[in-house]
């Protein structure tokens, strides 16, 4: 079963995530629902609701996600006045634009959205093509582009960056969104705006006067950092090493916006680095349980943009064998065959054949892995979250990451090793 989630919930994320709409679903309250459980997880503080909310149908109570509740009439006779009373019904109760997404279903009615309008001209956003058709990250960049170019954002700001392509889609995006200011900020790279962390409206109004747009993950924001080269002159900067996820990758990260500032990378990469030399002596405490890696399989399933960094890091810091490399899409394609097939691993994108040690996967899946009797090691890294909640701020970003991912794979590998230390005096002393 693919469990995945789809375009439609990719544009749902990217409107919640600018906090300048409200995200109009036209659908059967299923739809609403769904999304609903999802973006609970997503946004994990409560904020109390709009009472003004109470008094219309379309949002039934919740400021969230206002839905048509589309029923069998309306796919026989049409959803227009239905689709018209809730954009009038957004704009006059929250005084936004409504962001107006079509169900799978929704999209198949032939319904004329041209007259559509809203309260004190605010005309709703409509998105061309079928949501449901599309991947998450193309759905979140059609939305987020959608939106951006309605938007009366400014061109004079005070420089820095603006970070693309990272959001509530992310795990842990709040711990996330920190770690990037604290890679970025020693080395003199303000960061101007997170655009998809619930930014404040000022630092997203002026996100338009930035020096550099900075791509997390490019296969989420390609689309949205075009169209804001064309319209503001912003370059775009693409990691080549891709998500600074692992120290590997944040070092090399943190030296291309760097390079593309004309700043001094060293007092970010001394910061990387003594994280990367506290963490390395933790784990020589511990050696028999990175030894026992070694030669073992790997697995890796998620966005090409964290595959990539993540395979390489792991595999090459335990020397362990890629026997599944499965990303959800092509953006780094390329370079994760280049890697794989340079090592002689070129039959993990389709899947060989061994002992697969190590799962990096979504929540879901590593969810049943962990209550499996494997002695595998699973890791949570994507959506759908396996955990209700998380009050420890798990993100895959920078050196927080890091010690996220380093310890949920030690401590996941369920096999009983003996405590005792061997050779002691004759340990490695290889870095992370």
Known sequence: MNCRPDGMMGAIIASESL???????????????????????????????????????????????????????????????????????????????????????????????SGLTGSAGKDPIILDGDLSGMTMPEGYDAATSAILSSAEIGDK??????????????????????????????????????????PGKESLMGCGGAELNVMIHPEYCRRTAEMMRSRFGIPF????????????????????????????????????DRDAEAVHRVLMNYERIPRSLHSEGLSVEGDSSTVYPLAKWISGLFGMVPRIMRPHDGEYLPEIRSYLESNGFGSALEGSEGN?????????????????????AYVEISMPRGRPLDL????????????????????????????????IEYRPGQSV
Not at 168 to 197: F, H, K, S
Not at 247 to 263: M, N, T
Not at 359 to 376: C, I, K, M, Q, V
Request: aromatic share 6%; proline share 4%; charged share 20%.
């Open 237 to 272: 900067l693409r990691p080549s090493e891709g998500s600074p996820v692992g120290y590997p990758a944040s070092r090399a990260f943190v030296k291309e916006v760097a390079d593309a500032l004309g700043l001094d990378s060293s007092p970010s990469l001394d910061l990387i």
């Open 356 to 376: 697969i040690e190590a799962y990096f996967t979504d929540g879901l899946a590593a969810l049943e892995g962990n209550l499996s009797r494997s002695t595998a």
């Open 19 to 113: 906090g300048l709409t409200d995200t109009l679903i036209n659908g059967a309250g299923g739809c609403r629902s769904r999304a609903q459980i999802m973006m609970h997880d997503l946004i994990p503080e409560y904020y109390p609701e709009n009472r003004a909310c109470s008094r219309s149908k379309y949002f039934s109570r919740q400021s969230r996600l206002p839905c048509t509740y589309l029923g069998n009439d309306d796919i026989v006779f049409g959803a227009s006045a239905k689709v018209s009373g809730g954009i009038e019904s957004v704009s006059s109760i929250t005084g936004r634009k409504a962001v107006l997404l079509d169900t799978l279903g929704a999209s198949l009615i032939c319904t004329d959205y």
């Open 392 to 423: 420890m701020g798990r993100t895959l970003i920078g050196t927080e990451g890091c010690r996220y991912l380093l310890d949920s794979l030690m401590n996941g590998l369920r096999r009983f090793r003996c405590g005792q230390p061997e050779e």
């Open 157 to 198: 700001g005070n420089g820095g960056v603006n970070i693309l392509g990272y959001g509530l889609m992310d795990l842990g995006w709040q711990t996330g969104a920190e770690e990037i200011r604290r890679l970025l900020e020693p080395m003199g790279a303000g960061v101007n705006c997170i655009l998809g962390c619930i």
